[in-house]
């Protein structure tokens, strides 16, 4: 959750398939919030918000993201939108400083129906800076799914599930 290096990449090696982007949606906002964190408005809009599903080549949904770029720019840092965000920027070599911004954990009922798995669910919102500047802000959750690979997680209760 705290790791600054890239979670497509985390994914493929922990599950050792290739880490594969369904876009769901990419969409003009402007300069509304857009239900994002406060720190939005660090992102210069007008934006665009782009939501993916990030699953392993067999299928398996792994993680929920959202990010949102300032439209006149994404096209440059995004060429191919069906590539996950870390090998796009990769491609181009750009340097980046991830600035994690929020940790969260908690139930969401659509999550739980989307990854066919019960809750909670781990989160996190950071931002991309690039030549000093924010790039993008990504908000991610975390299938359970990832258990079976990490081990257990503690439950509410400090026993081990």
């Not at 408005?41 to 918000?49: D, I, K, N, S, T």
């Not at 796009?88 to 070599?93: A, E, M, Q």
């Not at 980046?96 to 996190?124: K, V």
């Given at each position: 959750?705290?790791?600054?290096?890239?979670?497509?990449?985390?994914?493929?090696?922990?599950?050792?398939?290739?880490?594969?982007?369904?876009?769901?949606?990419?969409?003009?906002?402007g300069v509304d919030s857009d239900r994002a964190p406060d720190i939005i408005q660090a992102v210069p809009g007008p934006r665009l918000r782009r939501q993916v599903w990030l699953?392993?080549?067999?299928?398996?949904?792994?993680?929920?993201?959202?990010?949102?770029?300032?439209?006149?720019?994404?096209?440059?840092?995004?060429?191919?939108?069906?590539?996950?965000?870390?090998?796009?920027?990769?491609?181009?070599?750009?340097?980046?400083?991830?600035?994690?911004?929020?940790?969260?954990?908690?139930?969401?009922?659509?999550?739980?129906?989307?990854?066919?798995?019960?809750?909670?669910?781990?989160?996190?919102?950071?931002?991309?800076?690039?030549?000093?500047?924010?790039?993008?802000?990504?908000?991610?959750?975390?299938?359970?799914?990832?258990?079976?690979?990490?081990?257990?997680?503690?439950?509410?209760?400090?026993?081990?599930?």
């Amino acid at each position: 959750m705290l790791g600054d290096g890239s979670p497509t990449r985390h994914l493929q090696l922990l599950t050792r398939e290739r880490t594969e982007v369904d876009v769901i949606d990419m969409s003009a906002v402007g300069v509304d919030s857009d239900r994002a964190p406060d720190i939005i408005q660090a992102v210069p809009g007008p934006r665009l918000r782009r939501q993916v599903w990030l699953r392993t080549a067999s299928g398996q949904r792994l993680a929920y993201a959202t990010s949102w770029w300032e439209a006149s720019h994404v096209d440059e840092y995004l060429q191919n939108k069906s590539l996950p965000i870390w090998a796009s920027l990769t491609r181009i070599r750009a340097e980046l400083y991830r600035d994690i911004r929020g940790i969260y954990y908690g139930h969401s009922q659509p999550l739980e129906t989307a990854f066919g798995e019960r809750g909670p669910f781990w989160g996190r919102h950071y931002l991309f800076w690039h030549n000093g500047k924010p790039l993008t802000l990504i908000y991610e959750v975390f299938s359970p799914y990832l258990t079976r690979y990490l081990g257990p997680m503690r439950s509410e209760t400090g026993r081990w599930s």
